[in-house]
């Protein structure tokens, strides 16, 4: 018999500010914004016209270690999280946690789906050990430079920290698409806030906001997009969301290591959805109705 986990406290007004976090305006309700996605200094980021018309706000700075450690939290027992598939949109969702010596998965009522299931439904599904991330965050009583961005964080991690502030904020919270990051990405201001070759971002504190109060767009970590990874389709765009499959995601924003080229708002990245290397993290939207 499977049991339905609804969240304690959903809605809480202040996991904002438990998290010190804001949430910024992209797209506002009511606008359409049309902008040239793509520079063509690469291969894979030909120039195309793309327009963005569904509201949503963006977290003003990517994911710190502090973050992580209290929304892992509000799940402490979680070992394994079940994820499905919508055939017709490629997009993965979390759809269960199997807890510390549970023998079965209990179903999750998640704020985080961002669209009806497709018409053709779900693929099969895929668990996903969240162990070590357990571990690396919640191991220990003291938690090591809680302030500083989080490093070593997967695609599928970043969809279960995505469900887990859906459900502590009550309403849907997600990954950006590629086309809404890089949307975000154009007017950010480029800052190194570490040195190339230091052994980290560092910490949130040492980069400055731009005019919209942004920090750490650029030259920080990458950051994980909701996108399968593959070729920009031609023509004028609405709302792309990338292709239905895939084996990689696009990560994007560049990393404190970067030369300048690869920390533009146009550079594409890829990797495979399960790794957790030492320059990937993530920022998560909200989208709006």
Same mark, same amino acid.
């Given at each position: ?6 969240p304690?406290n ?7 500010q438990?998290?010190?976090?804001n949430?910024?305006?992209?797209v506002k ?6 902008f040239?996605?793509?520079d063509?200094l ?11 018309? #569904? ?8 994911l710190? #270690? ?6 892992l ?7 394994h999280?079940m994820?499905?598939?919508?055939i017709?949109?490629?997009?993965e ?15 999750w009522?998640?704020?985080?789906l ?22 690396m965050?919640c191991?220990?009583?003291?938690l ?14 970043a ?5 887990l502030?859906?459900?502590a904020?009550? #309403?849907?919270a ?10 975000a990405?154009?007017?950010a ?5 570490v ?11 040492n980069?400055?906001?731009d005019?919209?109060g ?9 950051q ?16 792309p969301?990338g ?13 404190w290591y ?7 708002a146009?550079? #594409?990245?890829?990797d495979?959805?399960g ?5 990937c993290?993530?920022?998560?939207v909200?989208p709006?109705?």
């Amino acid at each position: 018999m499977t049991v339905m986990i609804t969240p304690t406290n959903a809605g809480a007004p202040n996991i904002l500010q438990s998290l010190g976090l804001n949430l910024i305006p992209v797209v506002k309700k009511g606008q359409s914004v049309q902008f040239t996605m793509g520079d063509g200094l690469d291969g894979d980021c030909p120039p195309r016209t793309v327009t963005l018309d #569904r509201p949503f706000d963006m977290m003003d700075r990517p994911l710190i #270690r502090n973050d992580v450690r209290k929304l892992l939290g509000r799940e402490p027992l979680a070992r394994h999280v079940m994820l499905a598939r919508d055939i017709t949109t490629g997009r993965e969702h979390v759809m269960g946690v199997k807890r510390q010596d549970a023998e079965e998965f209990e179903n999750w009522t998640p704020y985080d789906l961002n669209a009806e299931w497709g018409t053709k439904g779900l693929a099969g599904t895929r668990i996903h050990d969240v162990t070590k991330l357990y571990e690396m965050y919640c191991g220990a009583q003291t938690l090591a430079n809680p302030d500083h961005l989080v490093t070593h964080f997967s695609y599928y991690d970043a969809l279960y920290i995505a469900a887990l502030f859906s459900n502590a904020l009550g #309403r849907e919270a997600r990954l950006p698409t590629e086309a809404e990051m890089e949307y975000a990405l154009q007017e950010a201001i480029f800052q190194r806030a570490v040195a190339q070759n230091a052994d980290g971002p560092g910490s949130i504190n040492n980069y400055t906001a731009d005019d919209r109060g942004f920090k750490a767009l650029l030259a920080s970590v990458w950051q994980w997009c909701l996108d399968n990874y593959g070729p920009y389709p031609d023509g004028v765009l609405n709302n792309p969301t990338g292709p239905t499959s895939g084996d990689a995601r696009v990560l994007r924003g560049g990393a404190w290591y970067n030369y300048d080229l690869g920390c533009r708002a146009a550079c #594409r990245y890829f990797d495979h959805p399960g790794i957790r290397y030492y320059d990937c993290g993530a920022r998560l939207v909200v989208p709006r109705t």
